[in-house]
């Protein structure tokens, strides 16, 4: 066996030299892997094998560029010229495919004359993820081989491709026995060479290019289909034309000179660079400084979940999505049969449902109308109605019912969970678990930290929260912790704009123009405006009182702040419109043209001022926490990365004078926060605060 270099190794069986690359934990293709490849295969072809075999040690193939040195000088050969050396190799190269071959891995694969795969392998080019395109030949390669259609679904959305499907595509060549990759890798190269199968180079192969010549409707169909999709994202856009230039340009070489021109444009620009930045800030959001990785777990065998409405039928849903049994208690015969029903109601909607998997799904959940049958619970999560009264005589009761060790969550989105866990005699075991709705959909899991709950109680809840495909956020105990906390600012101002002169389809246009899926007041309306609101109690002293006492309820009644067609499409309303007159009318004020621009600010960076408060008084971590919190709960546009960060892109100067202008004009609501004072005073940004 020869050691290329420390990542790298050569050895000889036979006819066929294999190349084996391990740089753990994934095999990135860093400056190291780059010149082991372009040494090894130098090596392998200057050898007297006949064949070349590309294998990696670890639990995949190469999963991509390393993603830290991007927008730095690259040391050593250039991706370009590992794959050059491959293509041209005068030896079959065959890549022996584990794990994942994801963007710069899968580039890698495409040079290879041949890829062979276990079932349980993986490829695919995800780079639209991070605001990129493939950079290396993907855009350009991948439709010469699966076909135009195909490439243009698998390059902007990032689909992983299981290799039983990518077979079928021609993307590999064949798919080898599970736990027998190398061997299969071998025994195809011997079969290549006994065969004198060709060295096909996929770039030389433009017949696929060619059927989609006599279709240019392709390109505009797609764009069509996925408008709403890829609304506000550059990246998407972008790899469409990479793709568009491989058919209209139909030289490879004039195809990969544009793919560069478009990979450049978007590496430099502002959205790539927030969405990179928020791929690390959601794997920071992970590590809690106090509780280490290796800090000690509690086994989550079985969950129980008190009440089967809307929210309980869907933290149930993520249990019994992953195995794990649920125990769901309600109070009412009637409620838990409406609940289990909407939860299978759920299961035969979702999209590609397998009857078979609804069954399996629907036999982990037992209902009960008795809270005793919790006593055997691992972890126990109450979503009963927000009153504090209620949730703790709830947790009270499950103090006397759960056995020892079992931790008790509250799903409270605002709630002091220190004093729900006072009445119980373990305050170590209780912890605030706020899934967002609808919970089986929303990835968003704010884990509430009391001031007694255990180390092991946190690491548990931050593991399952994985294991059930939810993203983590640990916050501290505040009212309405790190997201509703920020979002009471968003809505104050929202409302108060209203009542200065701006409609609601004004405000909402400059949110949904920034990226929100929605402003506040569609929002509302799609939530119903009657959430919380009480028709006996109601005297019409706000807007929203008025407007449920016409019944205009939102969506679900044809009008909200908005009118609505029978496609649920919603227009401006002449009704809404006056209402609001006749409030700024009553209260004595002149109504005035509201700026765009006056908006955005007034919107977004009380926001900002909240978030520098949470840091300030560590009920966060680190400003990316709140990021994660705002992108993945409340739709904040990914290409911005988050408030804090747009907080830092403006620069913490520009939002502290834009504070101290509006609260000299409308009062301490914008009185700037001590962190945010501070951090302008010394240059800083938000993301260079370190709590301690």
């Given amino acids: 066996m020869t050691e290329i270099n420390s990542v790298t190794t050569l050895v000889q069986e036979g006819d066929v030299a294999v190349l084996t690359l391990n740089s753990p934990p994934v095999n990135a293709l860093s400056a190291k892997v780059r010149e082991g490849l372009d040494l090894g295969f130098k090596q392998a072809i200057e050898s007297d094998a006949e064949a070349i075999v590309l294998i990696c040690d670890g639990r995949t193939f190469i999963a991509g560029a390393d993603i830290t040195e991007f927008g730095g000088q690259m040391a050593g050969p250039s991706l370009q010229d590992v794959q050059a050396t491959m293509e041209n190799s005068p030896k079959p190269v065959i890549a022996a495919i584990h794990g994942t071959a994801l963007g710069g891995g899968l580039e890698v694969a495409l040079c290879a004359h041949y890829r062979v795969a276990v079932p349980s392998a993986k490829v695919g080019l995800p780079e639209v993820n991070i605001g990129l395109l493939p950079g290396a030949g993907g855009t350009q390669r991948l439709p010469r081989i699966v076909g135009v259609q195909k490439a243009l679904e698998m390059v902007t959305s990032g689909q992983h491709v299981p290799a039983q499907q990518a077979l079928a595509m021609g993307l590999v060549d064949e798919v080898v026995e599970e736990g027998k990759l190398r061997e299969g890798a071998i025994a195809f190269a011997n079969k290549a060479l006994a065969e004198n199968k060709p060295l096909v180079k996929v770039r030389e192969n433009n017949a696929k290019l060619e059927e989609a010549k006599g279709k240019p409707e392709i390109f505009a169909e797609f764009r069509k289909a996925n408008a709403r999709k890829f609304r506000g994202f550059q990246a998407p ?29 978007l590496m430099m620009g502002p959205q790539s660079a927030a969405q990179r930045y928020y791929f690390f800030a959601e794997r920071q959001a992970q590590k809690i400084p106090d509780v280490p990785d290796d800090t000690p777990t509690r086994p989550i065998k079985k969950v129980g979940v008190l009440g089967a409405g809307t929210m309980g039928g869907g933290i149930a849903m993520n249990f019994a999505n992953v195995g794990i049994p649920v125990t769901i208690v309600e109070l009412k015969q009637d409620a838990l049969d409406r609940g289990l029903s909407t939860i299978r109601k759920n299961y035969e909607r979702s999209r590609g449902a397998d009857p078979a998997q609804t069954e399996k799904r629907m036999s982990m959940l037992t209902g009960s109308l008795d809270r005793a049958d919790l006593a055997d619970c691992d972890l126990i999560i109450e979503a009963v109605f927000e009153r504090m009264d209620i949730k703790k005589e709830v947790f009270a009761a499950l103090d006397k019912i759960a056995k020892p060790g079992a931790i008790l969550a509250s799903n409270t989105s605002y709630l002091n969970v220190d004093e729900i866990a006072s009445v119980t005699s373990r305050p170590q075991d209780v912890i605030g678990l706020h899934f967002f709705s609808p919970a089986n959909v929303m990835k968003l899991l704010e884990v509430i930290r009391g001031e007694k709950t255990a180390k092991d109680v946190i690491a548990t809840s931050m593991k399952l929260a994985k294991q059930i495909g939810k993203i983590a956020v ?39 123009d920034f990226g929100f899926p929605m402003g506040p007041f569609a929002m509302s309306d799609l939530a119903g405006l009657d959430i919380g609101w009480v028709k006996e109690n109601s005297k019409g002293e706000s807007i929203r009182d008025v407007l449920c006492e016409m019944d205009r309820r939102g969506q679900k009644t044809g009008a909200g702040y908005y009118d609505y067609d029978e496609n649920r499409t919603a227009k401006p309303s002449p009704v809404t419109e006056k209402i609001i007159n006749d409030f700024i009318a009553k209260s004595g004020r002149n109504p005035r043209k509201i700026s765009d621009e006056e908006i955005l600010e007034r919107c977004v960076y009380p926001m900002i001022n909240e978030g520098a408060k949470i840091l300030e008084e560590g009920k966060a971590i680190r400003s990316s926490d709140i990021d994660v919190v705002w992108v ?48 302008a005073a010394d240059g800083k940004k938000f993301s260079d605060f370190k709590q301690g």
């Fill in 632 to 679: 993945n709960g409340y739709g904040w546009p990914v290409y911005r990365g988050g408030p804090m960060y747009y907080g830092d892109q403006i620069g913490t100067a520009k939002v502290l004078a834009k504070m101290k202008e509006f609260q000299g004009a409308m009062g301490d609501d914008f009185k700037p926060s001590a962190l945010l004072e501070k951090l």
């Fill in 237 to 265: 856009e972008n790899n469409i034309k990479a793709v568009e230039a491989a058919v209209t340009t139909g030289s490879f070489d004039e195809g990969i000179a544009e793919e560069r021109k478009l990979f450049m444009e």
């Fill in 474 to 512: 640990l916050a501290g105990v505040c009212p309405g912790f790190i997201g509703n906390r920020m979002l009471s600012q968003r809505q104050r101002e929202a409302q108060k704009l209203v009542m200065e002169g701006a409609m609601p389809w004004d405000i909402d246009r400059v949110l949904y």
